[in-house]
């Protein structure tokens, strides 16, 4: 290959979302970045495809309220380089028990980070959006400006388009195999990195984003097992009934959604398929991301029975009109791990992953966040120690959290 010689000052592994904003962001600040991608770039047997992806501030965990916020920024401005959008915004309501633990946590954060919501009884939800949402008398709503729509494969897109304006480059079908310390003796250091096909790339740097194949890399790479668990997920779209179409789209002030209780359910607003809507339930089973099932979702009474009550009967509850197979990698706290590989690798390969069903969203801050680790050492304006390889040590459960997990295993 005509680059193996080249040394490159960051070498990205993987072409997922969160490894293409990485690569754009190198590139940016003027420096040499390569993407390796071990499938097509743009391919959908990860987590980075698709059609719809949910922005929302609203979390239990403090930590990512701020992050979100910025993010936000990130993406207006990743925007207006590429010159399309991928980001369409919409009002976000969260809703469930008024006892719940975790929706609690998220009036206080709402409230304690000066993020204006409103809190809206059963009544005031039916009236705010005409009927179309119902919840239990003992159940509140959370409505927030920061909601929205980001369109998954477009958005890789948009980060490989710019990194590649800027100087970066892409190669795919480009499988890692291993990542270890320079040792000629007339090198100044870094790292070599070395693909299933023979070749190998230099680089002072490494960048490690291989989402459902993170815990299988980094196992080859240094023997250390991370608590990093893949899972199948579906995503499920319901026919909205005829004659309502227009209410549950962004234009007809419908939200983007997130629902606690028995089941932590998200969906949002009718866009990508018309007469569509995307409701899926935040769980999944324990796969191999290289043998997954793509069976069809089990366990979707209860969602079928939710989807019922909390659409006033204008969704069609019958069975999901369309269905797509992503996957997830979970932590056991459900937080990012976005650190330094260490060991011999020392500073040198920094990786993110454990992203958990919910950091799609943050991708353009994490992409930052891993060139400044890459590039200087250190990460910029936000605070990490929540994301470390550390936290696991000596406690398997990972960060405490005052509230129940939001992803639970799918049983047939």
């Known amino acids: 290959m005509g680059y193996s010689g080249e040394k490159f000052d960051v070498i990205v592994v993987g072409g997922g979302v969160m490894g293409s904003a990485a690569a754009y962001n190198v590139a940016k600040r003027g420096h040499s970045a390569l993407l390796l991608e071990q499938f097509d770039l743009l391919h959908h047997r990860g987590s980075s495809h698709g059609e719809s992806r949910t922005i929302r501030a609203t979390y239990p965990e403090s930590y990512y309220s701020s992050m979100v916020k910025e993010a936000e920024q990130l993406w207006e401005l990743a925007q207006s380089e590429v010159g399309y959008r991928v980001y369409y915004k919409s009002p976000q309501l969260d809703m469930g028990p008024s006892d719940s633990k975790s929706l609690r946590c998220v009036i206080a954060n709402c409230r304690s980070t000066s993020m204006p919501c409103r809190v809206l009884d059963p009544a005031q939800v039916a009236h705010h959006f005409s009927g179309k949402i119902a919840v239990p008398e003992d159940w509140v709503g959370v409505l927030t400006e920061l909601g929205g729509v980001i369109k998954p494969t477009k958005a890789v897109s948009m980060f490989q388009t710019l990194a590649i304006r800027n100087g970066a480059v892409l190669m795919d079908n480009m499988e890692v195999t291993n990542i270890c310390h320079c040792?000629?003796?007339?090198?100044?250091?870094?790292?070599?990195?070395?693909?299933?096909?023979?070749?190998?790339?230099?680089?002072?740097?490494?960048?490690?984003?291989?989402?459902a194949w993170t815990k299988k890399l980094v196992e080859t790479v240094t023997g250390l097992s991370l608590p990093i668990q893949p899972l199948e997920t579906y995503i499920c779209y319901w026919k909205i009934k005829d004659g309502h179409h227009g209410?549950?789209?962004?234009?007809?002030?419908?939200?983007?959604?997130?629902?606690?209780?028995?089941?932590?359910?998200?969906?949002?607003?009718?866009?990508?398929?018309?007469?569509?809507?995307?409701?899926?339930?935040?769980?999944?089973?324990?796969?191999?991301?290289?043998?997954?099932?793509?069976?069809?979702?089990?366990?979707?009474?209860?969602?079928?029975?939710?989807?019922?009550?909390?659409?006033?009967?204008?969704?069609?509850?019958?069975?999901?009109?369309?269905?797509?197979?992503?996957?997830?990698?979970?932590?056991?706290?459900?937080?990012?791990?976005?650190?330094?590989?260490?060991?011999?690798?020392?500073?040198?390969?920094?990786?993110?992953?454990?992203?958990?069903?919910?950091?799609?969203?943050?991708?353009?801050?994490?992409?930052?966040?891993?060139?400044?680790?890459?590039?200087?050492?250190?990460?910029?304006?936000?605070?990490?120690?929540?994301?470390?390889?550390?936290?696991f040590e000596g406690n398997s459960k990972g960060n405490l959290k005052e509230f129940e997990d939001q992803v639970k295993p799918l049983v047939a």
Not at 296 to 322: D, M, N, Y
Request: with cysteine; hydrophobic share 35%; net charge negative.
């Open 183 to 211: 040792k000629e003796e007339d090198d100044d250091g870094g790292v070599v990195v070395y693909t299933s096909n023979g070749d190998k790339f230099c680089g002072k740097k490494c960048v490690v984003t291989v989402g």
């Open 247 to 391: 209410e549950f789209t962004i234009g007809g002030g419908f939200p983007t959604f997130a629902s606690y209780g028995e089941l932590y359910v998200y969906g949002t607003p009718s866009l990508e398929f018309p007469g569509l809507i995307k409701i899926g339930v935040h769980a999944g089973q324990s796969c191999d991301p290289d043998k997954r099932t793509w069976g069809p979702p089990v366990a979707l009474e209860l969602l079928k029975r939710w989807i019922e009550e909390r659409f006033s009967g204008l969704i069609e509850s019958t069975a999901p009109a369309a269905v797509q197979s992503c996957m997830y990698s979970m932590t056991p706290d459900e937080d990012f791990v976005i650190d330094f590989l260490g060991g011999e690798l020392g500073t040198d390969v920094a990786i993110a992953g454990g992203f958990s069903g919910h950091g799609f969203k943050m991708a353009p801050l994490v992409g930052r966040i891993l060139a400044d680790m890459a590039l200087d050492g250190e990460a910029k304006g936000v605070q990490l120690q929540h994301f470390k390889l550390s936290r």
